[in-house]
Nanobody
Framework: QVQLVESGGGLVQPGGSLRLSCAAS????????MGWYRQAPGKQRELVAA???????NYADSVKGRFTISRDNTKNRVYLQMNSLKPEGTGVYYC???????????WGQGTQVTVSS
C-alpha cells in the first residue's frame, strides 16, 4: 500500500502564490509518476502537472509558465509551486502516485486551494 499526505493549500488572492507538498510512504516503486490533479466544484478531476521518476514532466495547458512541479526521489516527495494564481485555480488538489509496472493509482486526501479576493 501507498499513503500520500498533502499540505500547503489555503486561501490566496489572485496573482498570489502557493506551494503544495505531498509526502509518499509505504510500498513505493522506484518507477512511477507523481503528480497533482485538481477538482473544481461541479467538475471532474483533471491533471494539473505530473513528473515521472525519470524526470519527464507534463503540464495542463492552463498552468504552463505559471506552475512548476518538482520532486525529491530520496524523500519520496513531490511539490507544486503555483504562481500567478487565478480564480479558476480554485479547487481541491489531489496528490497522485501511479506505479508504472502495475498501473495502480494512489490518491491523497486532497488539499483545498481557494483563489479569491
Amino acid at each position: 500500500q501507498v499513503q500520500l499526505v498533502e499540505s500547503g493549500g489555503g486561501l490566496v488572492q489572485p496573482g498570489g502564490s502557493l506551494r503544495l507538498s505531498c509526502a509518499a510512504s509505504g510500498s513505493i516503486s522506484s518507477i512511477n509518476s507523481m503528480g497533482w490533479y485538481r477538482q473544481a466544484p461541479g467538475k471532474q478531476r483533471e491533471l494539473v502537472a505530473a513528473s515521472t521518476s525519470g524526470g519527464i514532466t507534463n503540464y495542463a495547458d492552463s498552468v504552463k509558465g505559471r506552475f512548476t512541479i518538482s520532486r525529491d526521489n530520496t524523500k519520496n516527495r513531490v511539490y507544486l509551486q503555483m504562481n500567478s494564481l487565478k480564480p479558476e485555480g480554485t479547487g481541491v488538489y489531489y496528490c497522485n502516485l501511479r506505479k508504472f509496472r502495475t498501473g495502480t493509482n494512489y490518491w491523497g486526501q486532497g488539499t483545498q486551494v481557494t483563489v479569491s479576493s
